[in-house]
């Protein structure tokens, strides 16, 4: 018998996510209890643990798959991104969006097999278009500096031969009602989710295939034999394969220790507009990440919750996993900044809900993924890239686990392992300086 690993450190997220206000939720948890025998045990009910439940659930639809999370679906990271699932070359942690042409057209690739088999799983449970549109998005650009990145960019959407549209302030205007945006760059490709309602309608829809228990945090994994035992506050799961889709939280069940970088994510969301304050917000629907990675994303809704306007930037280093309410404080004003600098005609509206989204990278922006027990598989560290990046990774440590080697784990596995990091205080040194030189360079998109 494998030692037993006790996992304490528990998933902590601060904030109310606006997504999930903003959808009703009068269900009630349905929480493991006593012990369950399963052929295979999800751990992480995000984008990938539930993406690999429905890839298991086309490979194996005989196998019982039981899925656990720490808490309700969507309360978790997943539920506290910004809702862009992306085609194109993006990378959080570079200054650029490109790199190879041969690496860029691989990445493409596998992306858009991602954003199809979210797509099909929309259709499929009739999630409709408010969790998952296929609607593009627009690379925005506030300055100078910002407008001649859109324009290599759009050079090297040419070398790719890929669509794009450039758009001149007047359009930007247009589009969303400010008038700080000098330019911006149209791709068709990208998915726009509302990712509380994506994330929940994917678990609801893999009910009957798939049983999915919420507020039932793992606190021990341990091997017996060939099983592996999962235990909960009120119960347990033995199942012979297990796939961890917990991110970062992967360090706490003993993998990977020093070589991931956990980040901090921060995002607000406005009360419900009126309809005169919505008609000075530009079109029906709309998102727009920054030209500079670490500047302001925007995106308008129109659903769940009325219409609404959600402003995101700022990043942390948080080593442990969690930030407390100050920084929130602190973040919140950032916000209010930035969300008047765009629109001072609505200063008056006030921002909601204030949340904070945990991400894990690593220094060489690769998955921690593979087998790397036997029957215990990682489906871990997105880089970022959560919606799409946890998709793929989800998928292929399904078809790892039961099929072997497919084309799409290989991509994952063909990777190097994620680089360790420098020794502390070096580390945090390190990754904070280099968050503080980014957000002090895109201090004028802010």
């Given amino acids: 018998m494998k030692a037993l690993v006790e996992i304490a450190n528990l998933p902590v997220d601060t904030g109310i996510s606006g997504w999930g206000a903003i959808v009703s939720c009068e269900d009630e948890a349905l929480v493991l209890e006593e012990h369950h025998k399963a052929d295979y045990l999800i751990i992480g009910a995000g984008f990938a643990g539930l993406s690999a439940a429905r890839r298991l659930s086309q490979l194996m639809p005989n196998a019982r798959t039981i899925v656990l999370d720490a808490k309700r679906v969507g309360e978790g990271p997943a539920g506290r991104n910004s809702g862009f699932m992306i085609d194109l070359p993006h990378e959080l942690s570079s200054r650029d969006y490109a790199t190879t042409h041969e690496n860029d057209c691989r990445q493409i690739s596998l992306n858009r097999k991602a954003i199809d088999f979210a797509a099909e799983a929309a259709r499929e449970y009739n999630l409709g278009k408010e969790a998952f549109n296929l609607c593009g998005k627009v690379n925005g650009g506030v300055t100078e500096k910002a407008t001649r990145h859109n324009h290599d960019y759009a050079k090297h959407l040419d070398a790719l031969d890929e669509p794009y549209e450039l758009l001149d302030a007047v359009q930007m205007k247009e589009l969303t009602g400010s008038t700080l945006y000098q330019s911006g760059i149209y791709t068709p490709g990208t998915a726009m989710l509302q990712p509380v309602l994506y994330i929940k309608g994917l678990a609801e829809g893999l ?52 070589r991931l970088l956990h980040v901090i994510l921060y995002a607000s969301m406005t009360r419900e507009l009126t309809a005169d304050e919505a008609a000075l917000t530009g079109q029906n629907i709309w998102g727009i990440t920054p030209s500079d990675p670490a500047a302001t994303t925007m995106r308008k809704i ?142 004028n998109e802010l």
Avoid at 224 to 251: D, Q, R, Y
Wanted: glycine residues 8%.
């Fill in 207 to 258: 009910g009957n295939r798939v049983s999915v228990f919420e507020n039932s945090p793992v606190v021990s994994l341990a091997r017996e034999n060939t099983n592996w035992v999962a235990k909960t506050p009120a119960g347990s799961v033995t199942a012979p394969k297990v796939i961890l889709a917990t991110n970062g939280h992967i360090e706490s069940f003993g993998h990977f220790k020093r």
């Fill in 302 to 443: 129109n659903g769940t919750g009325g219409i609404r306007l959600i402003t995101r930037n700022r990043v942390s280093y948080a080593p442990d996993m969690k930030v407390d309410h100050r920084m929130l404080d602190d973040v919140s004003n950032t916000h209010i900044a930035s969300f008047d600098k765009r629109y001072p005609e609505l200063a008056h509206v006030a921002q909601e809900y204030t949340w904070a989204g945990r991400l894990c990278l690593s220094r060489n922006s690769v998955s921690a993924f593979g087998e790397i027990e036997t029957g215990l598989f990682s489906a871990c560290c997105q880089n970022g890239l959560g919606t799409a990046r946890g998709t793929l990774s989800g998928m292929a440590a399904a078809e790892l686990s039961c099929e072997g080697e497919s084309d799409l784990a290989k991509a994952f596995l063909d990777e190097d392992q994620p680089k360790k990091l420098p020794p502390a205080p070096f580390d945090s040194i390190g990754a904070k300086a280099f968050m503080r030189w980014s957000e002090y360079s895109a201090r």
